[in-house]
């Protein structure tokens, strides 16, 4: 019996997560691409897999054309399901990469996640950090936090100086709260 009301739980369970999240791996749903010129062409993409919607694009510019692809380095944008991704060359640890990242927050500082399978081939969702050209995954920051973090807000003296003072509030665990009080007060 108890084995029965666990399989009831858990079928009602995944019915409301698919009525909560109307969208189809493998579909096509309206969205936009935008070229390297700035240019938002509206089409149809496909709602990938969370391990290739990081790496590339599937576009029509109508239901019935030919299916284009894209990679990283030949868009700035996209935006599919409701979730805007952009084309962000960051700096992790040791390496530099280019992919697709979600959009978080946008402002001074933009925000991305990214999902990735780690070392020992378990999925992971990493945070990047973007400001103009610079990007960087919060990994980066870890080590000498103070420093780097405060270096990286440099244009608000203010804030950067609470961050290299390590003060209450300001450490590596509230890196997000900081960047959002960074965005708050500044102006693009």
């Given at each position: ?61 109508d239901k019935k054309a030919k299916k284009q692809k894209f990679k990283p380095k030949q868009l700035k944008a996209y935006k599919v399901a409701g979730e805007v991704f952009h084309s962000v060359a960051y700096k992790d640890v040791l390496f530099k990469n280019i992919h697709f990242l979600l959009l978080s927050e946008e ?82």
């Amino acid at each position: 019996m108890k084995k029965i009301i666990t399989i009831a739980i858990l079928f009602i369970a995944a019915l409301s997560m698919t009525a909560q999240h109307n969208y189809r791996l493998g579909q096509y749903y309206e969205g936009y691409i935008v070229n390297l010129d700035g240019e938002k062409v509206r089409g149809y993409l496909k709602y990938q897999d969370e391990s290739q919607r990081y790496k590339k694009v599937i576009f029509k510019t109508d239901k019935k054309a030919k299916k284009q692809k894209f990679k990283p380095k030949q868009l700035k944008a996209y935006k599919v399901a409701g979730e805007v991704f952009h084309s962000v060359a960051y700096k992790d640890v040791l390496f530099k990469n280019i992919h697709f990242l979600l959009l978080s927050e946008e402002g001074c500082i933009n925000t991305y996640s990214f999902g990735s399978f780690n070392s020992k081939q378990e999925w992971e969702t990493k945070l990047v950090i973007a400001k103009g050209d610079e990007a960087y995954t919060g990994g980066t920051f870890l080590m000498g936090f103070s420093k780097k973090f405060s270096k990286f807000i440099s244009e608000n003296t203010a804030l950067a100086k609470k961050v290299k003072n390590k003060e209450k509030g300001y450490k590596v665990l509230s890196i997000l709260k900081i960047v959002k009080e960074y965005n708050a007060a500044c102006t693009k």
